[in-house]
């Protein structure tokens, strides 16, 4: 069983940054792909970002391009999304996932274990 605890979430102004962390338990995640997903309010859990076993691969949302970057400590067994330039349609409960298989994939049916979530909330 692979547990996943995420912090760095919390309440910023708009423009701020804030640096997420996820932990993963299992000595498996260096061999998985991890992703963000987040969930705003009243809305559907959305893809945010992805990252390759190998940190080659780093797909991301349109809506954070350029904003977002993923990255990963393998020997931390950790991973990371520093936010910068955050909007209010940020705000979220974000959460971090570790993937099936090696590959960076958007969709969440490949990913197979989830943490508890964290709170981002962006004020205008």
């Keep these: 069983q692979v547990q996943l605890v995420e912090s760095g979430g919390g309440l ?3 423009g ?3 640096r997420l962390s996820c932990v993963a338990s299992a ?7 991890m992703g963000w997903f987040r969930q ?5 859990r959305e893809f945010v970002a992805a990252i ?11 809506s954070v391009k350029g904003r977002f ?9 950790t991973v990371y999304l ?28 490949a990913y197979d274990y989830w943490g508890q979530g964290t709170q981002v909330t962006v004020s205008s």
């Design 12 to 14: 910023v102004q708009a």
């Design 16 to 18: 701020g940054s804030l």
């Design 27 to 33: 000595r498996t995640f260096s061999t998985n792909a």
């Design 40 to 44: 705003p309010p009243g809305k559907e």
């Design 52 to 62: 390759s076993w190998s940190g080659g691969s780093t797909p991301s949302a349109d």
């Design 69 to 77: 970057t993923i990255s990963r400590d393998n020997a931390k067994n």
């Design 82 to 109: 520093q936010m910068n330039s955050l909007k209010p349609e940020d705000t979220a409960v974000y959460y971090c996932a570790v993937a099936r298989g090696p590959f960076a994939l958007v969709a969440g049916t």
